[in-house]
């Protein structure tokens, strides 16, 4: 039989993969706290799902403490924490934008790396295990003017790899999901600039980026949440510093070659 988590906390829940998330791991049912910076779709979530929410700002090494407190207080613990925060933060390598740069890490990688010092012993009690929401761009260039999600991303992959290591022997899994394109708000982002470029509708931009991509389509949030839900199910008994692709088979194309298609 499948043990699924009962106890859950999920950051950057208020954005198209974590409230994705939230509502499987309710769906599952699992008590969840959900926490993210925008207080509005925190509450709307709230009322969809019935998730205990703790606005916070999720780049607060603080907040992040007295978040993960709540949420011990109100669960009673923790066996599963789903780290889904992260922002496409524009920027190059130009001197100009350094901070930029700085704040890309702050929200796609600080932030997450605070939250893992802060929840392991708790779902080391319980023998839990962590997701963090890595991305395609970690293990590829990521889009033009991205350098610092590109970083940040390639870093939690990193991240992930040495907690795998460290928690493992205390029964503590740790693993991240990259997706590539998916249909989000932050996804939306690039596909308006490139709709408007090109003048094109927005589902003609999301074909046409995922035109080489071998299932040709990008994929919808509930699919990179079904992605967290196996990796924090005991399903996923014996996965751990396991960095899960998931982007429609797009990572395994040789840019090179999609002329001979």
């Known amino acids: 039989m499948i043990r699924r988590p009962e106890l859950a906390l999920v950051t ?12 499987r791991l309710v769906a599952d049912g699992a008590k969840v706290v959900a926490t993210d910076i925008d207080e509005a779709r925190l509450s709307d979530l709230e009322a969809e799902t019935g998730a205990h929410v703790i606005p916070a700002d999720g780049t607060d090494r ?11 207080d109100q669960l009673g613990g923790l066996d599963a924490v789903v780290a889904a925060q992260g922002a496409a933060i524009g920027g190059t390598s130009a001197p100009k934008h350094g901070d930029l740069y700085l704040k890309a890490l702050d929200v796609n990688l600080h932030g997450s790396y605070f939250l893992a010092g802060e929840v392991l012993p708790h779902l080391a009690a319980r023998g839990g ?7 395609t761009a970690g293990l590829i260039a990521g889009p033009p003017g991205t350098v610092g999600y590109t970083a940040a991303k390639a870093g939690l992959i990193g991240v992930t790899k040495w907690l795998a290591r460290d928690w493992g022997p205390r029964g503590v899994r740790v693993n991240a999901v990259c997706p590539g394109w998916i249909r989000t708000s932050l996804g939306e982002g690039a596909m308006s600039y490139l709709s408007q470029r090109e003048g094109i509708t927005m589902d003609e931009a999301y074909a046409r980026t995922a035109a080489h991509v071998p299932l040709r389509r990008v994929a919808e949030p509930e699919e990179i949440a079904g992605c967290c839900a ?6 996923a008994s014996m996965v751990t510093g396991h960095v899960l692709v998931a982007d429609g088979g797009g990572a395994v194309v040789d ?7």
């Open 12 to 23: 950057g829940a208020a954005g198209g993969v974590g409230s994705a998330t939230v509502r």
């Open 62 to 72: 603080e907040a992040i403490a007295s978040v993960v407190a709540a949420a011990v």
């Open 129 to 135: 295990s962590m997701v963090f929401l890595a991305s």
């Open 230 to 235: 196996f990796l924090t199910s005991s399903d």
């Open 255 to 261: 840019s090179s070659t999609v002329v001979f298609d």
